[in-house]
């Protein structure tokens, strides 16, 4: 048990993840209603918790990347970012972008993902991924497969 223990540590450490700190993993997450992602990592931002991105994060997932300060979030192989216009539900039932929402979501980005998304024609309602090598290159990578906490 010593020997698991010590090994856990080891990595957290080596990970960039002091061992007085929890981690809080993120995978699968389709997004959800802006301000519900706004609160919840407010929380995680003066939590302290380290943020591993492990899977799906898309549509308002992603604001953590503005909330969360760099240094504590890490991506592994299998992180995949997805960015698009926010959007309202219209009168006939139909989704409708909200340009105010949009350009609010926008900002909160750190410089270098508003940098990559206006590279790639900005926040429309089309779908845009970051991920593999484009996004290991931007955020550290987390070589651990820690029991962590969801952030649902």
Not at 100 to 109: G, H, I, P, R, V
């Amino acid at each position: 048990m010593k020997f698991v223990t010590g090994l856990l540590a080891a990595v957290l450490l080596f990970a960039g993840v002091g061992a007085s700190h929890a981690v809080v993993r993120i995978a699968d997450d389709r997004g959800g209603r802006i301000g519900t992602y706004v609160d919840r990592y407010q929380g995680l931002r003066t939590s302290g918790e380290t943020v591993i991105i492990d899977g799906l994060c898309a549509s308002a997932c992603t604001i953590v990347l503005g909330a969360v300060p760099r240094d504590r979030i890490c991506v592994t192989s299998n992180a995949n970012l997805g960015f698009h216009a926010a959007w309202d539900m219209g009168a006939n039932g139909r989704a409708v972008t909200n340009p105010e929402a949009t350009q609010m979501l926008y900002s909160m980005y750190p410089t270098q993902i508003r940098r990559w998304i206006s590279r790639r024609g900005g926040l429309k309602t089309q779908m845009i991924f970051l991920r593999g090598r484009q996004l290991m290159g931007m955020y550290k990578p987390c070589y651990m497969d820690a029991h962590a906490s969801s952030a649902r």
